[in-house]
């Protein structure tokens, strides 16, 4: 008795099963059992989604995406695995998927890992004072990576120009605005004068 030629079917012959396992030569010669063949499809023909650029951090890059067999959706480390190529450095980066289980074969995407790309110079977003550290962002339009630097404190030392004020012993004025002051900052030119708002 010979074993069965390999039947005719839609994608790449596997070999006979029974019971969800693939069946020994010998159990196919000798069992009563019902016998079915099994065809695996090449994962080359499932459609992967697009992987959008990813912005260099240092680490291993590992987008998601898809993996569509016809309309099915396949699920990972069931129906394919992945593995990675050049996936650290700035450059093209490969992702290499292996059809497993109903899937054999091969199919690589390639994607783009890129340095971030800012929205501009840093931004002043938090004025500083003579007391308070100031901020300046700027914002990665890829990934939305924000990344900012402390400004420097205001040097507490200024001119002003108050001669055209006239001032009578005694009086006082509000209108020398001095950004950066505290209520109680001494002014000294001469006589110390004390800021009063
Ligand atoms: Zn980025």
Redesign the pocket.
């Known amino acids: 008795m010979e074993l069965p030629q390999a039947p005719q079917g839609d994608g790449k012959f596997a070999g006979w099963f029974c019971d969800g396992k693939e069946a020994e030569d010998d159990q196919i010669l000798n069992d009563d059992k019902e016998f079915y063949a099994v065809f695996r499809q090449d994962i080359k023909d499932a459609r992967i989604s697009d992987i959008p650029a990813s ?1 260099y951090n240092g680490t291993e890059i590992k987008p998601t995406f898809t993996v569509k067999y016809q309309d099915e959706l396949l699920t990972e480390n069931a129906d394919y695995t992945v593995s990675w190529k050049n996936n650290v450095n700035i450059g093209t980066a490969t992702a290499v998927i292996t059809g497993i289980g109903k899937f054999f074969g091969t199919k690589e995407i390639s994607y783009v890992i890129e ?3 800012w929205n501009g110079p840093m931004k002043t977003v938090k004025e500083p004072t003579a007391l308070v550290y100031g901020r300046a962002e700027r914002k ?6 924000t990344e900012s630097k402390q400004l420097a404190k205001l040097s507490p030392k200024m001119k002003v120009n108050v001669s055209s004020i006239v001032l009578k012993t005694g009086q006082s004025t509000t209108k020398v605005k001095l950004p950066g002051l505290q209520k109680g900052t001494e002014l000294r030119h001469g006589h110390p004068a004390i800021i009063k708002s």
Do not use: I, L
């Open positions: 912005c340095a971030h790309r990665c339009t890829v990934c939305g990576k």
